[in-house]
């Protein structure tokens, strides 16, 4: 194969640095990431593109790539209710799952392991559901033992046509945090970061039960949640890159990092940064930003607003 253009990190952070060069090496392809990441990384083993994304360190509450489920609750029926075990403790927090889902008429809540997401859709009326960690035993975690100070949700569809009305909120030992005005202005793609503080100030957090649940959801509303992760807010993200078919650069970091932009220069120095304004997307736990690769060199940086 010939030579192919890449991106190396030259640099971590505050602002995290990296350089455009010509060059024939083919990095080795990365493991660990969500589904969507994981069919990337299967691209890249294929057309030999490098790819360099570290992802910021975190306590994983659910990846949801483990347990596929599909839950459809019909007419007033009881609570379907689905309760998984012995999953593995590093993507799924505890090793336990418990979902339920109700309908006045039409729902249904799926885990898909493969694309690793969750989703809810209320089909036809009202719907209602629940995902928990630690109801069987007290899960007896310290949120803040690794230095995280946040929990981090991120989803990739967010639709909810009409009226913002019904319940979505987070637990944590029973406190609740309400999400409705997060995902409106979500309303798409994009992450939720709810602060450790919310819950506790105190030195250690421990964590005996954490939910996420709704209620009286409307009709053709749809959530899908990617993951929820604990972050801290304090580490510098990184930035990964992927030379795609067609000459095209892909930029990746963590959705960890959601108040970053990507700037760009010629040459470090000589010509001030320019902020990209290429459209954001989101690529299963990692934003993306796709631009040319007209030029024989470049560099780009995140830069926190």
């Known amino acids: 194969m010939g030579s192919v253009p890449m991106l190396d990190i030259i640099g971590p952070a505050p602002v995290s640095f990296c350089v455009m060069r010509t060059s024939s090496e083919n990095h080795g392809c990365l493991t660990g990431f969500s589904s969507e990441w994981r069919r990337l990384r299967s691209l890249a083993c294929m057309f030999g593109f490098a790819m360099g994304v570290v992802p910021v360190g975190a306590v994983v509450i659910d990846s949801f790539s483990q347990g596929a489920a599909l839950l459809e609750p019909t007419n007033y029926s009881p609570a379907v209710v689905v309760l998984q075990t012995g999953l593995d403790t590093n993507l799924s927090i505890g090793g336990t799952r418990r979902l339920s889902a109700q309908t006045q008429n039409r729902a249904t809540l799926q885990v898909d392991a493969v694309a690793g997401e969750m989703s809810f859709e209320a089909i036809t009326n009202f719907g209602y559901f629940a995902v928990e960690y630690g109801i069987e035993s007290p899960l007896s975690v310290d949120l803040r033992a690794d230095g995280s100070?946040?929990?981090?949700?991120?989803?990739?569809?967010?639709?909810?046509?009409?009226?913002?009305?019904?319940?979505?909120?987070?637990?944590?030992?029973?406190?609740?945090?309400?999400?409705?005005?997060?995902?409106?202005?979500?309303?798409?793609?994009?992450?939720?970061?709810?602060?450790?503080s919310y819950f506790s100030t105190a030195p250690q957090f421990v964590a005996n039960q954490i939910s996420l649940a709704a209620s009286r959801v409307e009709s053709q509303?749809?959530?899908?949640?990617?993951?929820?992760?604990?972050?801290?807010?304090?580490?510098?993200?990184?930035?990964?890159?992927?030379?795609?078919?067609?000459?095209?650069?892909?930029?990746?970091?963590?959705?960890?990092?959601?108040?970053?932009?990507?700037?760009?220069?010629?040459?470090?120095?000589?010509?001030?940064?320019?902020?990209?304004s290429n459209a954001v997307s989101v690529v299963g736990d990692h934003f993306s930003v796709t631009v040319g690769a007209s030029q024989a060199s470049g560099y780009f940086r995140l830069r926190r607003e």
Do not use: C
């Open 149 to 196: 100070d946040a929990f981090l949700l991120t989803f990739s569809n967010v639709s909810m046509p009409g009226l913002w009305r019904g319940g979505y909120t987070f637990r944590v030992n029973g406190m609740r945090y309400d999400l409705l005005h997060d995902l409106q202005v979500i309303n798409g793609s994009g992450t939720v970061r709810i602060p450790f």
């Open 221 to 276: 509303y749809r959530l899908v949640l990617d993951s929820i992760v604990t972050v801290n807010s304090n580490t510098p993200p990184k930035l990964g890159v992927a030379t795609l078919v067609g000459g095209e650069i892909q930029l990746l970091w963590s959705t960890n990092a959601t108040d970053f932009v990507v700037e760009t220069t010629p040459t470090i120095g000589l010509i001030p940064w320019q902020t990209v």
